[in-house]
């Protein structure tokens, strides 16, 4: 045995002497909207600046394989510069982690991508090095922003990728260039709302596996994370949950409300900058487990001293006593903190024509008792266009009845749209196994059909180990497929990003240069994005044609 392990290090020594080191290592840099896979070994290389506005981030993908395990691979970046001197120097260096898919999607489209290992690549790593296993490719992620006070210019710099690899140390150096055009991103104006999820199993997660109550420090250490990431992916929707985050109590039938911990998570979004809408959550739910049940609302009373949530129909004069005191006090702290101007309230999520009934109901009663309420809904029906002001169609019905919201907006109603675990095939959605441009293309979508927003549901909805498995089956035994649920990860106390989450971050960049353009030449921006959008679930997915169009639109908005 020991000769044996003498005559394996033989071959190594004389191999590592026979060749240099820097040799053995294949460093490609790669479309950032092209998914690197663990056994990829080929790839089609990029070459060239990365062409940006000035507020706008810059991406590289590096690949790195060898037929040797590369131990404690570290890749840093001298910041990049121009002529003049200036700099760029906010840069941040990720490894892309793999993650399970144990259910492949359904209904799959042509383009669907596979893996022979049946792990994906979509985490960003916060991590200072990583090791690559002998004949498999890691993928290094990196974002260079930039705010709006960059200077036009070409900038210049050099990623370092070092490591070791049969003992001997290795630095091989890359330039990297950002070509920064005199273009000012001005701030998105489109809709972003992501919905989070707070609840304890949640913040254990994110708390490293140590269990913490809701409301401690650890509590709004997390909810300050989950805000942060959604700025940096331009959210700007305060989603707020009424029955966590405001304190009922109840002396017979009079109804106290202590909004300290609702006033606490929305001066968060606050300071972080999301407030352009106010969001409340839903304030009903479907009476049984049927997807076609009659609504019914969420009323919580005291029992043996706790408040106890109970679900009644609106007849319910329980019911009615609630609201009549909850509705006014709602919107009465509201305005005197300034909130009620961009205030929208969920009434109950994606009614369908078979329970539509029992949510008009509901919604023209809670109107009743604040005139000056706005309803937003995610929804699956068109016969509510006397409660809604902000419709949020699914994709498919955006699609069906597009001359009808078209019209909704006309009447000075929002369109946005949503897709969730559906629409599946050929639409574009934000699923693991998609082409990464696909949840790039959703914001080029919007713009194309001229919807204002876009909402989903699974910001962080994690399951016990969302590293090791993607795919969730709900408590109504749904399969939501491979990043569906959540497109960030828990990291210790702190959130990792995902390359879905910078391909949506990328798309509302796009859309926002899309508008900027359709205000100085109206006719061109449309006929860009319809390079790419060639129908609702038609597209052009090659990455290099979308970068050649941005170049287009920046040359453009470029023109005095």
Not at 18 to 36: C, G, H, M, Q, Y
Not at 205 to 223: Q, V
Not at 447 to 471: C, I, M, R, S
Not at 508 to 516: C, G, N, R, S, W
């Amino acid at each position: 045995m020991n000769k044996l392990i003498s005559l394996v290090s033989l071959v190594s020594l004389l191999t590592f002497s026979s060749f240099k080191v820097e040799d053995e290592v294949t460093i490609a840099r790669v479309d950032p909207l092209t998914k690197v896979f663990p056994e990829n070994v080929a790839f089609r290389s990029m070459n060239g600046a990365v062409e940006i506005a000035a507020g706008e981030h810059a991406v590289f993908q590096y690949a790195v394989h060898s037929g040797f395990s590369i131990k404690n691979l570290h890749v840093s970046c001298e910041n990049l510069k121009n002529k003049d001197g200036m700099s760029l120097n906010n840069i941040h260096i990720g490894y892309v982690g793999y993650v399970g898919v144990g259910f492949p999607l359904d209904q799959r489209p042509h383009d669907v991508l596979s893996s022979s290992t049946g792990i994906f690549p979509d985490p960003i790593l916060d991590e200072k090095e990583c090791s690559v296993p002998n004949g498999q490719t890691q993928s290094v992620w990196i974002t260079v922003s930039t705010t709006n006070t960059a200077k036009p210019g070409l900038y210049k710099g050099y990623l370092s990728f070092q490591g070791s690899m049969g003992g001997s140390l290795f630095n091989i150096k890359r330039e990297i260039e950002v070509k920064v055009y005199p273009v000012v991103l001005e701030e998105p104006s489109f809709l972003s709302l992501n919905w989070y999820h707070d609840t304890v199993s949640n913040l254990t997660l994110f708390n490293g596996g140590k269990k913490a109550d809701l409301f401690s420090d650890t509590y709004w250490n997390f909810i300050e994370a989950l805000v942060k990431k959604m700025k940096e992916g331009y959210q700007n929707v305060a989603l707020v949950n009424l029955f966590t985050h405001i304190d009922f109590n109840q002396n017979g039938d009079t109804y106290s409300f202590d909004f300290s911990h609702f006033d606490k998570i929305i001066e968060i979004f606050q300071k972080a900058g999301i407030m352009k809408m106010i969001a409340g959550t839903q304030l009903g739910d479907r009476s049984t487990g049927a997807w076609t049940s009659p609504y019914y609302l969420h009323v919580p009373e005291k029992e043996n001293g706790k408040m106890v949530d109970h679900l009644y129909p609106l007849e319910n004069s329980k019911t009615k006593n609630f609201y009549k005191q909850f509705i006014p006090a709602l919107m009465d702290h509201l305005k005197q903190k300034g909130w009620d101007k961009n205030y929208y309230q969920h009434i109950a999520d994606e009614p369908i024509d078979e329970n539509v009934e029992s949510y008009i109901a509901i919604s023209k009663y809670i109107k009743s008792l604040a005139s000056n309420i706005r309803i937003i809904e995610a929804c699956q029906s068109t016969k509510l266009a006397d409660v809604i002001d902000a419709w949020v169609p699914i994709l498919p019905s955006y699609k069906s009845n597009y001359e009808f919201f078209k019209n909704r907006q006309k009447q000075g109603n929002q369109v946005w749209f949503y897709t969730c675990c559906f629409p599946k095939g050929e639409y574009v959605n934000r699923f693991i196994e998609l082409p990464l441009i696909k949840t790039r293309l959703v914001y080029w979508l919007a713009f194309n059909y001229g919807a204002v927003g876009y909402l989903h549901w699974g910001f962080n909805y994690w399951n016990d180990n969302p590293y090791k498995e993607t795919t969730i089956v709900d408590s109504y035994t749904t399969t939501l497929p491979a990043g569906d649920s959540f497109i960030v990860y828990p990291n210790n106390g702190k959130l990792n990003g995902s390359i879905r989450f910078e391909a949506m971050r990328d798309g509302i960049e796009d859309y926002t240069l899309l508008k900027m353009l359709e205000k100085k030449n109206s006719e061109e921006a449309h006929k860009i994005c319809g390079c790419l959008i060639k129908g609702w679930d038609s597209y052009d997915t090659n990455p290099e044609h979308l970068r050649e169009l941005r170049h287009q639109m920046l040359e453009e908005l470029s023109k005095k």
